[in-house]
């Protein structure tokens, strides 16, 4: 299982790398894709991500600068901000999603058929179901 973690995790930094993008900004910008288009502030990013405000507001920091994402402020509360995708980055998160699947079916139906894969995509469902019940 660790070894397919790892083979996952650099067929991922092989697509971001053009990006300039980590591991940790790409799980931020899905986070964020998928709340669009309301966005979300910092702390339930870091809630969802399940890390430190810290870590998040730094990665967001560099996600800003590089234009992936804007703060705006909150119209329920000033004090807070509410991160969103700027108007291109749905488009290329979008495009990334692509790329990763597209890699992943290369690598894995010459490996797996469609019903194994099938089985694992639901029980994988199933796990990610059930671990967001915490």
């Known amino acids: ?10 067929l991922k930094q092989v697509v971001l790398k053009p990006h300039s993008l980590s591991m940790a900004q790409w799980s931020i910008l899905g986070i964020i894709y998928d709340a669009e288009p309301d966005g979300l502030t910092l702390s339930d990013v ?6 430190t ?6 990665n967001v920091r560099s996600l800003e ?16 901000s509410v991160v969103q995708l700027t108007r291109s980055t749905a488009t290329t998160v ?4 692509a790329t990763i699947r597209d ?3 290369k ?3 010459s490996e ?9 995509l639901h029980l994988m469902n199933v796990f990610a179901d059930s671990s967001s019940d915490d």
């Open 103 to 105: 890699q992943l079916r």
């Open 112 to 120: 797996v058929s469609r019903d194994e894969l099938a089985v694992f």
């Open 53 to 58: 405000q810290a870590f998040v507001s730094a």
């Open 94 to 97: 979008e495009e990334i999603e």
């Open 107 to 109: 690598k894995i139906y």
């Open 1 to 10: 299982m660790s070894s397919a973690h790892r083979q996952l995790k650099q």
């Open 46 to 51: 870091a809630k969802q991500l399940r890390a």
């Open 65 to 80: 600068d590089k234009r992936f994402i804007k703060r705006e402020i909150a119209e329920h509360d000033k004090r807070v």
